[in-house]
């Protein structure tokens, strides 16, 4: 299959019909990739003027004219109308092609083929366009398994992101999702095939097509689709969205064409329902501050992306910060308006900063600009409370359950925000069910989050077991449990009168529940390696359950 719905002049030549006529290309050889829409047998002069483009003439050469002028001209005709290639059969009215058709069919670029032995005009005509048919067939098929596909990623519970993924994947090039006046809403990258390094960063290449669109002269790069994603309205309302699938890493065929005409169709019906479009925006700068924290993005390239996303950043350093919501995500509908009113708190902060949503994850990442690292604490203190109002604001709150947790890393350039990222998203992973904390420093919880990234090593679990195992069997058999008792004394590093203070414990009392405790582990509470050992245990406990 080639550009158009048909199939190629070289395949034409190699179905039984043509081939019984022992073809010999004559003119053209280079060009038998062409594309062949039908298939025409004419005898007249002016066939040219019946043809539309894309068929494959048979003829014998009567209308072909006994000058060279004529059979000029008439080759000059078909080639002019775009047919795909001309084949003439030798017999009463050529022993051999005169040398002005060749010579002319050399000069217009048009595919010469001539016949040896006589073929039946009539089932050649109907072979090829049989093969024409099943060919348009195939192409339904693949693009209805396309739309299967959406259509069962939909049932699953995922998104318009899932939807243009498996388009993206489909077609191995990157497929982007626009408002109707060409504002990025998504871009999805295609993940089969052996693709050029473009094909990956698909905002680059959506930078490359937003630079052309400058040039009202420039329209999209040559073959790209495009497709409406309707909107159920008139005029202005009748276009939703638009998807665009330019030819980065391919060709684009007519079952790409088809695919996207189907998954336009869903994602109207979902966009219509769920109102998608500032999560879908959210997401998208989710994904490319994920691509940035694992690798995928590197810091050289990254500035022009963020600035397709908005995000111009200036001179200063980058302050990467990352909220996780609690073990349960959010439900789908509830990210786009998250979205809204954490960015509606955060205009406030006076920082340019680029906010992205990855609902997989539960979690919300973030770059903020910042004029000097002075600032950090400062800011870090407005965005948190920004993040927290924004949470409310959406209706995450659950009464009684965990709230957000906030970590804002070490502010640099954008080699460092890669690195801060990673760090800031696995630390709010490490920091849930500490205490509660406006924010939390990723610096300062280095040993939780190595903790936290040994959670399921067994050796942790047995080190937990042998450090305070006793002590969780005494609370689970006790009313009275020790263990808040041991926290409390090693939250304050051993100084007994400020657990007591902190318990409202007198002294004799804390110091009997220090010595059971002491008593079930078998350890000194004043020995420092005896200290330091029930801290970790303590800050494991959270992380293997």
Not at 413 to 431: D, K, M
Request: neutral net charge; proline residues 8%; glycine residues 10%.
């Amino acid at each position: 299959m080639d550009e158009q719905a048909g199939i190629s002049v070289r395949r034409a030549l190699e179905l039984p019909g043509l081939r019984g006529g022992l073809p010999e290309v004559v003119v053209g050889a280079d060009r038998l990739h062409r594309t062949v829409r039908w298939v025409h047998a004419g005898e007249v002069p002016n066939i040219a003027s019946l043809l539309k483009g894309g068929e494959l003439l048979l003829t014998t050469g009567i209308g072909l004219g006994a000058r060279p002028a004529e059979q000029r001209a008439f080759v000059r005709g078909l080639a002019d109308r775009g047919i795909a290639a001309l084949v003439v059969e030798l017999g009463p009215r050529f022993g051999r092609l005169p040398t002005a058709v060749v010579e002319a069919a050399r000069a217009a670029g048009l595919p010469l083929v001539q016949l040896h032995r006589e073929v039946p005009f009539v089932s050649v005509t109907e072979e090829i366009h049989t093969e024409i048919v099943n060919g348009h067939y195939a192409l339904l098929r693949q693009a209805e398994e396309v739309h299967r596909r959406c259509t069962d990623a939909l049932l699953d519970g995922g998104g318009v992101p899932q939807v243009l993924r498996i388009l993206a994947d489909f077609a191995g090039n990157p497929v982007f999702l626009e408002t109707a006046d060409g504002q990025l809403l998504y871009a999805a990258a295609g993940a089969s095939g052996a693709a050029p390094p473009t094909a990956a960063e698909p905002l680059q290449v959506w930078a490359g097509l937003r630079a052309q669109r400058a040039d009202r002269e420039a329209g999209p790069p040559a073959g790209t689709v495009l497709v409406d994603v309707p909107g159920g309205g008139h005029g202005a309302g009748s276009v939703r969205a638009r998807l665009v699938l330019p030819p980065v890493a391919t060709p684009l065929l007519p079952v790409h064409r088809m695919a996207a005409e189907r998954a336009a169709g869903i994602l109207a019906v979902v966009l219509m329902q769920a109102r998608q479009e500032d999560e879908l925006a959210a997401r998208g700068r989710g994904d490319f501050l994920t691509d940035l924290a694992e690798g995928r993005i590197t810091a050289d390239d990254a500035p022009a992306q963020a600035a397709v996303l908005g995000f111009r950043p200036g001179d200063g350093p980058l302050l990467p910060v990352v909220m996780r919501l609690g073990p349960e995500p959010a439900p789908p509908g509830n990210w786009a308006p998250l979205a809204r009113a954490v960015l509606e708190e955060l205009s406030s902060v006076g920082v340019p900063v680029l906010l992205g949503v990855r609902p997989v994850e539960g979690r919300v990442p973030l770059l903020l600009a910042l004029r000097s690292e002075s600032e950090r604490a400062s800011v870090a203190d407005r965005v948190a409370a920004a993040l927290r109002a924004g949470v409310e604001r959406a209706g995450l709150e659950r009464p009684g359950g965990p709230r957000p947790v906030v970590v804002v890393g070490v502010p640099g350039g954008w080699a460092a925000a890669s690195a801060g990222l990673r760090h800031a998203a696995e630390t709010a992973a490490a920091a849930r069910g500490l205490p509660e904390r406006p924010w939390h420093d990723a610096r300062r919880l280095d040993i939780d989050l190595l903790l936290w990234r040994l959670r399921d090593h067994p050796d942790l679990s047995a080190f937990v077991d042998r450090a305070i195992g006793p002590l969780l069997a005494h609370d689970r058999a006790s009313r009275a449990p020790l263990l808040p008792t041991l926290a409390t004394f090693l939250d304050h590093a051993g100084r007994k009168a400020e657990t007591a203070r902190e318990l409202h414990l007198n002294r004799q009392t804390l110091y009997n529940r220090l010595a059971r405790i002491s008593e079930l582990l078998g350890t000194d509470l004043d020995d420092p390696q005896t200290v330091l050992a029930l801290s970790l245990a303590l800050r494991a406990r959270r992380h293997v359950g």
